[in-house]
């Protein structure tokens, strides 16, 4: 992860060296690289001591913590108490300097102890030594929106909040240098900004071999990895497989996904909130705009992209992809229609380059927001907008053969329909543009066309 995480790293140095006791929030979505990130940032300190939270009741956890934590913080009861616990932690004084102590998926112990919450604030507070607490998790719906109620009061003495989110596509192109521009673009689709993935990944294959090999083949090492990862966090999987399949095909409203499950609107919104709660699943979030009237709202799509390639082209093919074999599956399943799978991600992608510029301060004009809209009869991928309304548009394109006028007469109308102050066009395709758009580029000086070799 070295350079990856510079950051990240700088924060938590600079809580690590502030004047007295700090407790700093750390989440993000599993497989994003948070062990790594404080196990980097550890390294160089000798005072470190990490607390792992298993989903298992209080007295179990209390157990585990007893039989594994003896040896740091000196003899523990076979079932000691928090006051025990942290009890311990106030008399072990073996370093000098301030000390880092880590609850790893803290959640799994505050969702069920009171008492934890209560030692731990209290730690904070009375510690006779400097401490820097971080809590960990993977659940990030349930920090940014429940976090701070279950806390209460208590929540005024957290320092910060450091959300470790996904890896850019400019650092998938670093780390991936083998990987042609193409293949870095349908990469980025396919696997996501997930360390833990990119681990996976065989940098001596192209990225149709790593698919074939390593995704397709049941023996491959990220086969089932995106299965796994909704099931090994969540219970009542073929609920939630029923959920995401949907999802994966195009059913992005509740109304939707009550027609095609059968289970109920409750039901599906609870498990939805689950999935949320977790970062697999996201709520489709469009700019605000005048044309609210115009904006489709209530939908919902699979946040994590791994998961979302594996549900989409595997999860339900396992029999006939164990009938054609991993390289005619890939050829007859996957590439026909990898171009449209990617055209997502791709307009993410052109977002970020977007704020890429905008820092660069290389835009006509800096912006302070840059985000997508969805309309009911079509979508905007880029809307760049300033203080004053004044907004750059924008229209990405990966599946088709080349963008032509016509699709930028239907970004207009949309623009139109969003009653969005537009001033400048941004036009990116893959596949280059038709004539008429190249005339429109030069006889109109706020419309630009890009490929993604010009990004």
């Known amino acids: 992860?070295?350079?990856k995480r510079d950051a990240e790293i700088k924060v938590l140095t600079e809580y690590m060296?502030?004047?007295?006791?700090?407790?700093?929030?750390?989440?993000?979505?599993?497989?994003v690289g948070k062990t790594t990130l404080?196990?980097?940032?550890?390294?160089d300190y000798?005072?470190?001591?990490?607390?792992?939270?298993?989903?298992?009741?209080e007295r179990e956890q209390l157990y585990l913590w007893g039989q594994k934590m003896s040896s740091v913080l000196g003899d523990l009861p076979?079932?000691?108490?928090?006051?025990?616990?942290?009890?311990?932690?106030?008399?072990?004084?073996?370093?000098?300097?301030?000390?880092?102590?880590?609850?790893?998926?803290?959640?799994?112990?505050?969702?069920?102890?009171?008492?934890?919450?209560?030692?731990?604030?209290?730690?904070?507070?009375?510690?006779?030594?400097?401490?820097?607490?971080?809590?960990?998790?993977?659940?990030?719906?349930?920090?940014?929106?429940?976090?701070?109620?279950?806390?209460?009061?208590?929540?005024?003495?957290?320092?910060?909040?450091?959300?470790?989110?996904?890896?850019?596509?400019?650092?998938?192109v670093r780390e991936f240098k083998q990987f042609t521009l193409q293949e870095c673009v349908e990469g980025y689709a396919v696997f996501g900004g997930f360390p833990a993935i990119w681990n996976l990944i065989d940098k001596k294959l192209s990225l149709e071999e790593n698919i074939i090999r390593n995704v397709c083949n049941p023996a491959g090492r990220l086969h089932g990895y995106g299965v796994q990862t909704v099931e090994s966090q969540l219970r009542e999987?073929?609920?939630?497989?029923?959920?995401?399949?949907?999802?994966?095909?195009?059913?992005?409203?509740?109304?939707?996904?009550?027609?095609?499950?059968?289970?109920?609107?409750?039901?599906?919104?609870?498990?939805i909130k689950n999935l949320m709660e977790l970062g697999i699943l996201e709520k489709?979030?469009?700019?605000?705009?005048?044309?609210?009237?115009?904006?489709?709202?209530?939908?919902?799509g699979i946040k994590n992209r791994y998961v979302d390639f594996t549900y989409q082209f595997l999860f339900s093919n396992e029999v006939e992809l164990s009938k054609l074999g991993a390289e005619e599956f890939y050829r007859q399943r996957i590439r026909p229609d990898l171009k449209a799978y990617v055209q997502k991600t791709f307009a993410a992608i052109c977002r970020e380059y977007i704020e890429s510029e905008n820092r660069k301060n290389a835009l006509p004009f800096p912006v302070k927001s840059v985000g997508k809209w969805t309309g009911k009869v079509g979508n905007i991928d880029i809307v760049a907008t300033d203080e004053n309304g004044r907004t750059?548009?924008?229209?990405?394109?990966?599946?088709?053969?080349?963008?032509?006028?016509?699709?930028?007469?239907?970004?207009?109308?949309?623009?139109?329909?969003?009653?969005?102050?537009?001033?400048?066009?941004?036009?990116?395709?893959?596949?280059?543009?038709?004539e008429k758009l190249h005339l429109v580029q030069k006889s109109r000086a706020n419309v630009r066309l890009l490929t993604p070799d010009r990004m």
């Open 284 to 300: 489709d979030f469009s700019v605000d705009t005048e044309g609210r009237e115009n904006l489709q709202k209530g939908l919902y």
């Open 392 to 434: 750059i548009i924008g229209l990405c394109n990966w599946e088709k053969p080349m963008m032509k006028y016509e699709d930028y007469e239907w970004l207009l109308f949309c623009a139109k329909q969003a009653k969005l102050q537009v001033e400048y066009v941004y036009l990116i395709s893959a596949g280059g543009f038709d």
């Open 1 to 3: 992860m070295s350079g």
């Open 78 to 172: 076979d079932y000691p108490t928090f006051s025990d616990i942290f009890g311990a932690l106030g008399r072990q004084t073996e370093y000098s300097g301030k000390r880092v102590i880590i609850f790893d998926e803290f959640q799994n112990i505050s969702k069920v102890s009171e008492d934890f919450t209560d030692y731990l604030f209290t730690h904070l507070q009375t510690s006779r030594r400097d401490v820097l607490i971080i809590l960990c998790s993977s659940q990030v719906e349930w920090i940014e929106n429940s976090m701070v109620k279950k806390f209460g009061l208590r929540a005024k003495n957290i320092s910060g909040f450091l959300k470790v989110k996904e890896l850019s596509f400019a650092e998938f």
């Open 237 to 271: 999987t073929s609920v939630y497989n029923t959920i995401l399949c949907a999802l994966a095909h195009g059913k992005y409203k509740l109304n939707d996904l009550y027609q095609h499950t059968g289970f109920s609107r409750a039901k599906i919104s609870v498990y």
């Open 38 to 43: 404080l196990s980097e940032f550890t390294r």
């Open 17 to 31: 060296n502030r004047n007295g006791s700090q407790m700093l929030i750390l989440y993000g979505e599993r497989g």
């Open 46 to 57: 000798e005072d470190v001591i990490c607390f792992d939270c298993s989903i298992v009741s």
